[in-house]
């Protein structure tokens, strides 16, 4: 029994330390492309969906799209593509709830391009590239903690100049977001290609 013990620790504990390293070095990633803030007039805005409750945004995709208003109102010649689909419990698509607030604040419907299909990261930024120009530069907007795998991704589409634009991420779902996001960006590593 003692010697089964022993292997278990001799085991768990690389495992405990490469996880340690894994988890540390992720979260500087993270961190790092959160603080980052795009150039002034940048071609397009992507705002990435998040849940919408009936026709309701959740906070988080509140925050994101705070934080494109922010910006659109600060760079007129920015167009913003709203990007997601429609998912269990959601009346309206996600681009439709994040479109109805940016018209709601001032922003003209032609500077707005809805994208209304996509239902994962991968598919939010695929679907939106081809809505603009070849070349374009491109600001994703998201939640702090999702921007350093959504820059993997648009990156590995083929965008040729890509910056990130951090909206906050809610207080109350902060420990599950960034859970989850540790497990993604994993799978982003070493599955999504």
Do not use: C
């Not at 340690?20 to 790092?32: E, K, Q, R, S």
């Not at 032609?110 to 939010?124: F, H, L, M, Q």
């Not at 965008?159 to 996001?181: C, N, S």
């Amino acid at each position: 029994m003692m010697l089964k013990k022993l292997k278990w620790k001799k085991l768990l504990l690389p495992l405990g330390f490469i996880l340690g390293i894994y988890l540390i070095t992720v979260h500087a990633f993270i961190y790092h492309t959160a603080k980052e803030q795009p150039p002034n007039e940048v071609d397009y805005l992507i705002v990435l969906g998040a849940r919408v409750k009936g026709e309701q945004m959740t906070l988080a995709l509140k925050y994101r799209v705070e934080a494109a208003l922010d910006y659109l109102n600060e760079n007129p010649s920015t167009k913003v593509i709203v990007s997601g689909g429609q998912g269990p419990g959601e009346d309206i698509t996600e681009a439709e709830a994040m479109s109805r607030f940016l018209l709601a604040h001032g922003i003209e419907n032609e500077r707005i391009i809805k994208e209304g299909s996509s239902t994962t990261t991968y598919e939010n930024l695929s679907y939106s590239k081809q809505f603009m120009e070849e070349n374009a530069s491109v600001a994703i907007v998201s939640n702090d903690f999702h921007l350093y795998r959504a820059s993997i991704i648009a990156k590995r589409l083929g965008f040729q100049e890509v910056h990130t634009l951090p909206g906050k991420t809610p207080k109350i779902a902060i420990f599950k977001l960034w859970t989850r996001e540790y497990v993604a960006v994993a799978k982003t590593w070493l599955v999504d290609r």
